[in-house]
T-cell receptor, first 114, second 110 residues
Framework: DVKVTQSSRYLVKRTGEKVFLECVQD?????MFWYRQDPGLGLRLIYF???????EKGDIPEGYSVSREKKERFSLILESASTNQTSMYLC?????????????FGPGTRLLVL | KQEVTQIPAALSVPEGENLVLNCSFT??????LQWFRQDPGKGLTSLLL?????REQTSGRLNASLDKSSGRSTLYIAASQPGDSATYLC?????????FGSGTKLNVKP
């Protein structure tokens, strides 16, 4: 079974803090993704990574950065957390076969910025 | 930019009913479409993936169809059970970018 784990289920941070969200997958997948999920807005792609040290902006990258130094780990960084970054953050991974393959999601991190 | 819409936003049915969830998308140039299930406070679990060349996929009591030319997909759930209560999301794949609908929240009453 594919397993995608996220470092925290719940986080509470203060405005201006630097926040690290970690995602680890154990299936040697090349592609990894970070989304945020907000009521009424669905999932929106923040960043994705084709492979190690490769990254590409998604639809809402402002205020975020990412790091992929090892294949199994994809980190999302909030450089200076703001209240509008309070959200559910979901990580996913997949193998990029021709025609596409399913994404496997982690359990999510619910972040509250005060 | 691809936009994905799901209707209805919420649905409540008695146990045993057959039901249909709808998903529409604006750009038909997709690689595939996927249906997911999300339980409260949890991540997403893949239910069915339909490649752009396929018309439908089936898994147990679930059947998903795809009409790429009209930008529509449906998820059919047969003989619904209380355990089917969850939010169902569809996602379309446009060249490694995935666009999600806001989901349909399903409640199956015993």
């Amino acid at each position: 079974d594919v397993k995608v784990t996220q470092s925290s289920r719940y986080l509470v941070k203060r405005t201006g803090e630097k926040v690290f969200l970690e995602c680890v997958q154990d299936m040697d997948h090349e592609n990894m993704f970070w989304y945020r999920q907000d009521p009424g807005l669905g999932l929106r792609l923040i960043y994705f990574s084709y492979d190690v040290k490769m990254k590409e902006k998604g639809d809402i990258p402002e205020g975020y950065s990412v790091s992929r130094e090892k294949k199994e780990r994809f980190s999302l960084i909030l450089e200076s957390a703001s209240t509008n970054q309070t959200s559910m953050y979901l990580c996913a991974s997949r193998r990029p076969l021709a025609g596409g393959e399913t994404q496997y999601f982690g359990p999510g991190t619910r972040l509250l910025v005060l | 930019k691809q936009e994905v819409t799901q209707i209805p936003a919420a649905l409540s049915v008695p146990e045993g009913e057959n039901l249909v969830l709808n998903c529409s998308f604006t750009d038909s140039a997709i690689y595939n479409l996927q249906w997911f299930r999300q339980d409260p406070g949890k991540g997403l679990t893949s239910l069915l993936l339909i490649q752009s060349s396929q018309r439908e996929q089936t898994s147990g009591r679930l059947n998903a169809s795809l009409d790429k030319s009209s930008g529509r997909s449906t998820l059919y759930i047969a003989a619904s059970q209380p355990g089917d209560s969850a939010t169902y999301l569809c996602a379309v794949n446009n060249f490694n970018k995935f666009y999600f609908g806001s989901g349909t929240k399903l409640n199956v009453k015993p």
